[in-house]
T-cell receptor, first 117, second 107 residues
Framework: GAVVSQHPSWVICKSGTSVKIECRSLDFQATTMFWYRQFPKQSLMLMATSNEGSKATYEQGVEKDKFLINHASLTLSTLTVTSAHPEDSSFYIC?????????????FGPGTRLTVL | TQLLEQSPQFLSIQEGENLTVYCNSSSVFSSLQWYRQEPGEGPVLLVTVVTGGEVKKLKRLTFQFGDARKDSSLHITAAQPGDTGLYLCAGANDMRFGAGTRLTVKP
């Protein structure tokens, strides 16, 4: 149980275009999902916390108009990188908190590698 | 916001050696989770510790939670190349990670 998928696993796009990344909890309902980005050889940086049916809470320094997050259902959250630029190239990872988990464990997706040309 | 420090940040050892990595917080954890991330993949949950002083074992991995629930350690016995990865800790209620410990086990 507790499987999280992401789609696509990798994407290459041109500068100025928008890219949508999906995060799904496959076998559980996730009231809360998290989005992270990770640069090479670095740790995960939390971008935003998203709760189903409400607006996402963004970390300081993360532009909410650039990184649009939608959490429309208990099994799906999407991250849209708008007007992407080369500096947005990164590894984006989502996680989902299993509402059944006693200790608030969260489970991660496999990540999406975004390359902006 | 809970500030997490992990040490060491980098560790390179030979196969068969033992090692310990540490996770320290500026405040008390309600519970703490350890993850391992391999290159190009998402982190995988290893263990959750909850009670101060708790010790959990997962094969060659031993996790300890400090009595005051502000620190934790991960000890690996007889490390293998398959243990290579980024080890991360996080409090369950504040899912921000520290820098992590990047472990390389050489054959």
């Amino acid at each position: 149980g507790a499987v999280v998928s992401q789609h696509p696993s990798w994407v290459i796009c041109k500068s100025g275009t928008s890219v949508k990344i999906e995060c799904r909890s496959l076998d559980f309902q996730a009231t809360t999902m998290f989005w992270y980005r990770q640069f090479p050889k670095q740790s995960l940086m939390l971008m935003a916390t998203s709760n189903e049916g409400s607006k996402a809470t963004y970390e300081q320094g993360v532009e909410k108009d650039k990184f649009l997050i939608n959490h429309a259902s208990l099994t799906l959250s999407t991250l849209t990188v708008t007007s992407a630029h080369p500096e947005d190239s990164s590894f984006y990872i989502c996680s989902a908190r299993d509402g059944r988990a006693v200790y608030n464990e969260q489970f991660f997706g496999p990540g999406t590698r975004l390359t902006v040309l | 916001t809970q500030l997490l420090e992990q040490s060491p940040q980098f560790l390179s050892i030979q196969e068969g050696e033992n090692l310990t990595v540490y996770c320290n917080s500026s405040s008390v954890f309600s519970s703490l989770q350890w993850y391992r991330q391999e290159p190009g993949e998402g982190p995988v949950l290893l263990v959750t510790v909850v009670t101060g002083g708790e010790v959990k074992k997962l094969k060659r991995l031993t996790f300890q939670f400090g009595d005051a629930r502000k620190d934790s350690s991960l000890h690996i016995t007889a490390a293998q190349p398959g243990d290579t990865g980024l080890y991360l800790c996080a409090g369950a209620n504040d899912m921000r990670f520290g820098a992590g410990t990047r472990l390389t086990v050489k054959p």
